[in-house]
Nanobody, 124 residues
Framework: QVQLAESGGGLVQAGGSLRLSCVVSGHTFSSNAMAWFRQALGKEREFVSAITWSGGSTDYTDSVKGRFTISRDNDKRTMYLQMNSLKPEDTAVYYC?????????????????WGQGTQVTVSS
């Protein structure tokens, strides 16, 4: 059974940084594309960033380009999201997700496995 566990969330002031981590267990990790999504209070879960199994291709939603960086370490079975220049509108629960295939997708329904989420709160 696949399990994803996020960590690294917290409270930070606007302009600050956080690094989220997602550890994968119970499944072959290196062949899966993975992604970060987020859900703000009262809003739908939205795509943030995705990465292929090799790390050679990445994708970002426009609002985080230039501020967030996704990466993965297959040896450690861990994916990361480095978040810099955080804004209050980045406040949300952040979820990591994995899909059975190796290609990037931005649609929520294309991901098969989800973590429980980690809260990120950015104060103004």
């Amino acid at each position: 059974q696949v399990q994803l566990a996020e960590s690294g969330g917290g409270l930070v002031q606007a302009g600050g940084s956080l690094r989220l981590s997602c550890v994968v267990s119970g499944h072959t990790f290196s062949s899966n594309a993975m992604a970060w999504f987020r859900q703000a209070l009262g809003k739908e879960r939205e795509f943030v960033s995705a990465i292929t199994w090799s790390g050679g291709s990445t994708d970002y939603t426009d609002s985080v380009k230039g501020r967030f960086t996704i990466s993965r370490d297959n040896d450690k079975r861990t994916m990361y999201l480095q978040m810099n220049s955080l804004k209050p509108e980045d406040t949300a629960v952040y979820y990591c997700a994995a899909r059975s295939g190796s290609f990037l997708y931005t649609g929520r329904s294309t991901y098969d496995y989800w973590g429980q989420g980690t809260q990120v709160t950015v104060s103004s």
